[in-house]
């Protein structure tokens, strides 16, 4: 604990919050009691249960009354932290905590919320934050009985395998003076925003077509693509001459055979090439044939591939991107690059999962990226009900419970579907995890929680069910709510410790609320697929927003909807991307 | 908890008593209850059920808009927890749904049933 009254402290932001500072009776009191004002205090600091809410007691079984009139049920009790005096404080009835503090001395204003372990100055007749006092009390919390310690392994340490930075790009003025000396407006002259394009039916490729039109339109994957990021003459040309270095022979731009086809294989330069005809300006629907051939090429590599659904086909493209990309950085000239691919850079985010043993309350935190979010429709008892997809392994626990009629509160919602996500789950007797404190598997209770928000959200919804028990898949036709506009901050690591532990000022294990996290947890909603029909004779459709404006992409066909028709749809996949990408204005203007 | 005596004109002693006396007495019906729950840990395991259900219903995202909104005409720096307390409380009471009264009163009255 500091010992000196930082001014900075209590100007610290906190989800994107500046706290005011301290009351004068707060300053007043911390200034009369030197170093560790709350020394008192720590000893009567409780959580109920390892991991619980933190309470004030002086012994464990203390039952707590207000000293002047003796009541124990009032909703708030303070304990003044100069005398441990006990009193109730019940607006607009009686307060004896407000009696206590005009009727001492000065220095009894300042108490302490025995049941919820929370600052009050009873003279302001507010809440009150202090660093030290927060600090005290977290760390009572996670010291429960045998003294647990949060165990955690950063992301940098965890996987280095795949990088999660995020290098937002904006033009330069340099990059901007290139781009316009290089480049012309798109004009259209229709009113039809630019690359609405219908993708042809390659035989059954409603799946493919229906997450590339959602890619398209993927703020910065266009942007990407469209200032010429990925230049797939350029790509192929920069692979032809790495070949020649390595072997010193050449065998890349005329030779054929497989090397020469693996070489060439790169979807980003297929995304590349669709980018470029979609938003030509001709209408006339496009065959992603090219693309097709590409992906299947990566795909048949894939052992657990399944076909048809199109989350797994957004999955196994995105990896596609990445591999192709991993392989290029481990070139000499572009290691040292704390860049993934652009697939990643659009996508993944770092989920964090803490793991408490019920025991003892040892936490064990984890951080695993993602590149998207599967949620479960339906509310299981009992059962996981959550799994991100990391990397080609996507893990589906099917065993799900058949359907639960009784579902709670009416409609399902996405943000329930989020919240029953980031909720604490007890892992029961079958699924005990072994901890490293008691030296025994025990019953825990885990909680996931977004650490890095991506710029683009996708959220999964688990509508197939495979069964690997009962042998058979079905789907769940359950209609979900999604809101236009998303607030993810309630699922961030942050707020989710902080409702762990209380309204603290506090660093929780490096899960301050960091600025990019505050900066971007708002999100708007700009491309939906759905399916509609049965399991495996279905039909994926996607909604774009555009401008505001929605458009049905159903293969070859765009056509212009009612939102209404899109809050109606059967969400698969839903795509969010952060506010601040999301450009409303500008969509309308052609740039001059 | 350390006293500081020497700086407290009136030390919380007498008081302290004064509850003593008025405990071993006058214990009404309903405090008896109170302590039963509270030394048996239910009471924390019904307000954290009780916690659980406002927030699956929506009704805590709903004080919380009327919170945002309180403290957004007032301006943030005239606000204080009391008089959050102050106009939430009317509208918090009568918005529990009626679903969850029951529940909580079922779990209630099944743990008076056990304790005596
Ligand atoms: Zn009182
Ligand atoms: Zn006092
Ligand atoms: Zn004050
Ligand atoms: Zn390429
Ligand atoms: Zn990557
Ligand atoms: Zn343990």
Redesign the pocket.
Known sequence: MSSKINRHHYHHRFNAQIFPPPCPHLAEFRARNGSKPFRALQDCLRAKSPGGRAAIRRDPSEVPRCGACGESARPRLYACVACAAISCHAPPGPSHAAVHATSMPPGHEIAVDVDRAELFCCACRDQIYDRDFDAAVVLSQITTLNSATIQSTKPENLRKR?RVDYRPWSPDLRDRVLMESGSSPLDYGSDMPRGLRGLNNLGNTCFMNSVLQALLHTPPLRNYFLSDRHNRYYCKQKNGVTNTNADGKRNACTGDGNGEKNARLCLACDMDAMFSAVFSGDRRPYSPAKFLYSWWQHASNLASYEQQDAHEFFISMLDGI?EK??KDLRKPHNQGHGD??I??RVFSGILRSDVMCMACGFTSTTYDPCVDISLDLESHHGGSAKSASTKTHHSCNGEADSINSGQNCGISTLMGCLDRFTRPERLGADQKFFCQQCQVRQESLKQMSIRKLPLVSCFHIKRFEHSSIRKMSRKIDRYLQFPFSLDMTPYLSSSILRSRFGNRIFPFDGDEPDASNEMSSEFELFAVVTHTGKLDAGHYVTYLRLSNQWYKCDDAWVTQVNENIVRAAQGYMIFYVQKMFYYKPSENQVAS | MTHKRASVKRPPTPVADQVHAHSSQQLTLQEIINIKLIESGEKERLKELLRERLIECGWRDEMKALCRAFTRRKGRNNVTVDDLVHVITPKGRASVPDSVKAELLQSIRSFLASAI
Do not use: D, K, Q, W
């Open positions: 795949r990445h990309v991993e993934c691919c697939a990643h």
